[in-house]
């Protein structure tokens, strides 16, 4: 059985096979790319784009995938979702990051688009259970306008000097958002914790594609 991936980045696609190559060899992989759905869910919300996701993961399904990964953070809660109608697991890519994050007592997101904050924020809340952390967020201005126009290392460049620049105090855990961001943190030099979304993502969705079939 294969694993589909929804993804709302072309530039995703390479990550996710490398990983895949590196940690899961012989998991097969089917990338699904729609870039239109974040877009549409930055001007109107996720929830406007709810229907074009499910319609995308039944195709998916409908073709053999075992299991669907979305690594849109934005999106993810949604499909989600979808998981009870469509009979396969549906893994949106940042909870288990999610998972380890609130374990710290202090947590700070950052993100290079807006839209991420508000589903990252209450899939940190979903996490906690009874535990409690402290949260603030952190949006690297211009840092998206650099991913878009191609400027990957731009990119990147950008979110490390953002992470490097969050205080140690309190000795918090730095969450990126996104998983266009995860490369930042072999740039960064802080001495504080950096989780990033794609690795530990990506091995839920393959235990999850065995237990399926």
């Known amino acids: ?18 990983l895949r190559d590196r940690h899961h ?29 499910r319609d995308l993961i039944a195709e998916a399904v409908a073709e053999g995938a075992g299991a669907v990964l979305c690594t849109c953070s934005t999106l993810g809660g949604v499909a989600e979702r979808h998981a009870a109608t469509l009979g396969v697991p549906v893994l949106r890519v940042d909870r288990p990051m999610a998972a380890e994050a609130v374990r710290s007592e202090r947590i700070v997101v950052v993100a290079t688009v807006e839209s991420t904050l508000a589903p990252t ?38 979110v490390a000097t953002a992470v490097d620049g969050v205080p140690t105090a309190g000795d918090p855990v730095i969450v990126l958002a996104q998983a266009s961001m995860a490369d ?22 393959a235990t999850a594609v065995r237990r399926h079939g």
């Open 25 to 53: 060899p012989g998991l097969g992989l089917r990338h699904l790319v729609a870039e239109e759905l974040l877009v549409r869910a930055g001007a109107e919300g996720p929830e406007a784009v709810s229907g074009a996701v």
């Open 121 to 158: 924020l209450d899939l940190l809340r979903e996490e906690s259970g009874e535990r409690t952390s402290f949260v603030t967020t952190l949006v690297v201005d211009g840092a998206w306008d650099r991913f878009l126009a191609g400027d990957r290392d731009g990119y990147l460049d950008a």
């Open 1 to 18: 059985m294969t694993l589909a991936l929804l993804h709302t980045s072309e530039a995703h696609v390479p990550v996710f096979d490398g």
């Open 184 to 205: 930042a943190a072999e740039r960064a030099t802080t001495p504080l914790t950096v989780l990033s979304s794609p690795r530990p993502g990506l091995a839920a969705a």
